[in-house]
């Protein structure tokens, strides 16, 4: 893969590169990567909807909850998207609860945030969430979730 290509703005071509990988190796995170930034760079955003993976999903919702224009509620609606496209991702339910905690749906909160603790499994993230100010609401619960 020429990189170079991309970078000139030749993402037909690019892309044509990265056709000529054996099928196998079309699925590694560095080629989906790579796609990912054709795609992206080009316009094709339907493309780009369908091989991100749960970090840019997560990444935009930060991005989208934080710039001009941007608030809780629409980066909810992006996690809520990318959570039926991950379902066993806690990060994104872990954020989730952390959106509605800032709504005020606090059942909804707890219900995401335990949702998280069992995807996490052996990674226990409850200390996590007890250094996370958007949780602080549920603090007090945290324990017996």
């Known amino acids: 893969m020429q990189p170079h290509l ?4 030749d993402f037909l071509s690019a892309n044509d590169e990265l056709e000529q990988i054996t099928p ?8 989906l ?5 054709i795609y992206s760079k080009g316009g094709k955003w339907d493309g780009a909807v ?4 749960p970090a840019g999903w997560i990444d935009l919702a930060y991005a989208t909850r934080r710039k001009t224009g941007g ?9 809520t998207e990318a959570k039926a496209k991950f379902p066993n991702e806690y990060l994104i339910s872990f954020n ?3 959106y ?9 909160a707890k219900q995401r945030l335990k949702e998280a603790i069992d995807l996490a499994g052996k990674n226990d993230i409850r200390m996590r969430a007890l250094n996370d100010p958007d949780l602080e609401p549920l603090w007090n619960e945290i324990g017996s979730i």
């Open 6 to 9: 991309i970078g000139l703005g």
């Open 24 to 31: 196998e190796f079309r699925v590694h995170p560095a080629v």
């Open 33 to 37: 990567f790579v796609r990912y930034d």
């Open 50 to 53: 369908e091989i991100a993976n």
């Open 71 to 79: 608030g809780i509620p629409q980066a909810r609606e992006i996690l």
């Open 96 to 98: 989730l609860a952390c």
């Open 100 to 108: 509605e905690c800032h709504l005020g749906n606090l059942q909804a």
